[in-house]
């Protein structure tokens, strides 16, 4: 694994998950590195935690420019903050899908508009989205979540056409079931959440479900110097299940 002495990392959803597990790996390797999160109360040194809702573009706009003027610049930004929502297309309502597509997509759009700016200033400049493989899987009851990570696949690609000519590289990683708090909370809406958790990790390749590190590890790399060469690409961190 590559270090990160001197690069300067900005992670939104960094206060839990996966997202907290890619700050701390990140700081771990030598970068400095700020979380932007609703709630950053559990973040502590040498992370820096700044308070921000990827739904309400003035609250990004001022929580990145706090993080840049507090770590000097930016190279890494990992969009990353997402929610979840179960159901086919009958079980959500407008309000529904505006809310998840408010965070899920907009929340990545708004944070790169801030981030792109000062990204330009950067050598090594690198955006990775934390899409999922819902974004192509076709899983059932997962419409509206798995409609924004398409859309954030999609974005991906884009984005990377958009800014490779200017040295910034933007790539995605889509997990499979990743072992964190969400996962946590949903397991505990079953009648037997032990019962629910053994089910879901033998539908798992592997037998496990995959840990928030492992997602860290992929996203580690696609911000490193040693994906330079790569964008526009979505790595999957799945266990295996994208080939069944
Ligand atoms: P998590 O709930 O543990 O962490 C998500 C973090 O995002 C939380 O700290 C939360 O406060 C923050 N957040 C939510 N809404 C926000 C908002 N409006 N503004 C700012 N911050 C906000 O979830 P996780 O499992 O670590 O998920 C992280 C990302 O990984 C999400 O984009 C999710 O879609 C994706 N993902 C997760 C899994 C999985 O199985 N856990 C699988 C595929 C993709």
Same mark, same amino acid.
Request: one cysteine or more; aromatic letters at 4%.
């Given at each position: 694994?590559?270090?990160?002495?001197?690069?300067?990392?900005?992670?939104?959803?960094?206060?839990?998950?996966?997202?907290?597990?890619?700050?701390?790996?990140?700081?771990?390797?030598?970068?400095?590195?700020?979380?932007?999160?609703?709630?950053?109360?559990?973040?502590?040194?040498?992370?820096?935690?700044?308070?921000?809702?990827?739904?309400?573009? &003035?609250?990004?706009?001022?929580?990145?420019?706090?993080?840049?003027?507090?770590?000097?610049?930016?190279?890494?930004?990992?969009?990353?903050?997402?929610?979840?929502?179960?159901? &086919?297309?009958?079980?959500?309502?407008?309000?529904?899908?505006?809310?998840?597509?408010?965070?899920?997509?907009?929340?990545?759009?708004?944070?790169?508009?801030?981030?792109?700016?000062?990204?330009?200033?950067?050598?090594?400049?690198?955006?990775?989205?934390?899409?999922?493989?819902?974004?192509? @899987?076709?899983?059932?009851?997962?419409?509206?979540?798995?409609?924004?990570?398409?859309?954030?696949?999609?974005?991906?690609?884009?984005?990377?056409?958009?800014?490779?000519?200017?040295?910034?590289?933007?790539?995605?990683?889509?997990?499979?079931?990743?072992?964190?708090?969400?996962?946590?909370?949903?397991?505990?809406?079953?009648?037997?959440? @032990?019962?629910?958790?053994?089910?879901?990790?033998?539908?798992?390749?592997?037998?496990?479900?995959?840990?928030?590190?492992?997602? @860290?590890?992929?996203?580690?790399?696609?911000?490193?110097?040693?994906?330079?060469?790569?964008?526009?690409?979505?790595?999957?961190?799945?266990?295996?299940?994208?080939?069944?």
């Amino acid at each position: 694994m590559t270090d990160f002495q001197g690069l300067k990392a900005l992670v939104t959803g960094g206060a839990s998950g996966i997202g907290r597990a890619t700050a701390e790996l990140l700081a771990a390797r030598g970068a400095q590195v700020a979380v932007l999160d609703l709630d950053p109360s559990s973040v502590d040194k040498p992370l820096l935690g700044f308070r921000a809702d990827v739904t309400d573009d &003035t609250s990004v706009r001022e929580a990145v420019a706090a993080a840049v003027a507090e770590l000097g610049g930016l190279d890494v930004l990992v969009n990353n903050a997402g929610i979840g929502a179960q159901g &086919t297309v009958e079980d959500n309502d407008d309000a529904e899908w505006q809310r998840v597509f408010d965070v899920n997509l907009f929340g990545m759009v708004r944070t790169a508009r801030a981030a792109l700016p000062h990204l330009r200033e950067s050598r090594h400049a690198a955006i990775v989205n934390t899409c999922s493989i819902a974004a192509t @899987a076709g899983l059932p009851q997962r419409a509206l979540y798995s409609a924004t990570k398409g859309a954030v696949y999609s974005l991906t690609l884009a984005m990377a056409a958009d800014h490779i000519r200017e040295g910034i590289r933007v790539n995605c990683v889509n997990p499979g079931t990743a072992d964190t708090p969400w996962i946590g909370r949903l397991l505990a809406k079953a009648p037997d959440p @032990a019962a629910e958790r053994a089910a879901l990790e033998a539908r798992q390749p592997t037998g496990r479900l995959v840990s928030a590190d492992e997602v @860290a590890g992929a996203i580690a790399y696609l911000a490193s110097p040693l994906s330079g060469a790569t964008t526009g690409t979505s790595l999957a961190v799945d266990g295996g299940m994208q080939g069944l």
